[in-house]
């Protein structure tokens, strides 16, 4: 379908972003970090977690006084292939790319590396972590907690986070794999995007107390905030679509996510106190970096990663089907798509721009006012 939302060219939302964000406290060089992980998001179309989360996720949380514009980031623990981290709630986003770099050089010096981030908040997506490692010809492997959202198998309340768990491996091709998703049917952030632009939410992806499933997307992320609605985990609601599935990798990342730096966990992640009162997520982070170099050789392991997607997008398509594709490939092709138009707005988030801009009095005309 033919793109209808106007266009903010790449740069004009960059700069926007990161003076947005300075405005807000954040130092300038944290602001880029933050700026260019939330685009990444809209560079590959994944816009649940692109600019449509720059107010609701950080500035008004900043507004609220739960995240820390500032972050602190404090070594808890390290050895040669080993880091944890501590954010004291400050910009998860900026203390995952410092984790990350320390990691990826680690990886590079002993073959593997492990990072783990507690008292932190949303890292934007799971798969730009795991790109730093593409990037310098690594795997990369992330995941996050997150607040309570996806029910147990057999259970209607919201216990365990959408949880993604996100593999980057470079290969010969003009993309490398990438599979970031989440272990729910879907994601909050997704919901949050259905209730902005006026939709439904499929019938299926939530269940109510009462064990059926609700569609009313406002009302859903009202439910999963009082715990009134839960996602369903991958698979579906119940076991006979394999749902069981969806929950026990769930509740690995979530115990990678917390175990491993003594974080909090499951209804601690909660943006409440028992009185009521906002207080911070505590989320929890875990990466792992593993250079191929250590095992048959960069070049060797990319022919091969490279051999296998091609085979798979060669084989046999179902009736109907023009193409079959591997993970990261449409976000490949999203990229091509954008990289000369710059990132659509929907008129919900071009209201949110414009009421930021003149709140911090910034020098900023949107091509959407003209």
Known sequence: MAETRPYIPWDMIQSFMIDTFVAYGIPLEDAKI???????????????HGCNRFKPIYLDRIDKGILNPVTEYEVVKETPTTLVVDAHDGMGMVASHKAMKTIIEKAKKYGMAMAAIRNSSHYGIAGYWTSMAVNEGLIGISGTNARPSIAPTFGVENMLGTNPLTFGLPTDEDFPFTLDCATSISQRGKIEYYARSGKDTPAGMVIGRDGSAMTDSPAILKGLTDGTAALAPLGGIGD???????????????????????????????????????????????????????????????????????????????????????????????????????????????????????????????????
């Open 240 to 370: 006979e679509l394999a749902g069981y599935k969806g929950y026990g990798y769930a509740t690995v990342v979530e115990i990678f996510s917390a175990a491993l730096q003594a974080g909090s966990f499951l209804k601690m992640l909660v943006d409440h106190d028992e009185n009521g009162n906002k207080k911070p997520y505590h989320l929890g982070h875990f990466f792992i970096v593993i250079d191929p170099e250590a095992f048959c050789g960069l070049e060797t392991f990319k022919k091969i990663a490279g051999d296998i997607l091609r085979e798979l997008r060669a084989s046999e398509k179902a009736p109907g089907e023009s193409r079959i594709y591997t993970a990261g490939e449409k976000e490949y092709l999203v990229w091509q798509e954008r990289k000369d138009k710059g990132v659509p707005v929907g008129e919900a988030v071009q209201k949110e721009f414009i009421a930021i801009r003149d709140k911090k009095n910034l020098p900023y005309k949107f091509p959407f006012e003209q």
């Open 34 to 48: 933050c700026t260019d992980v939330l685009l990444e998001s809209d560079r590959r179309g994944i816009e649940s």
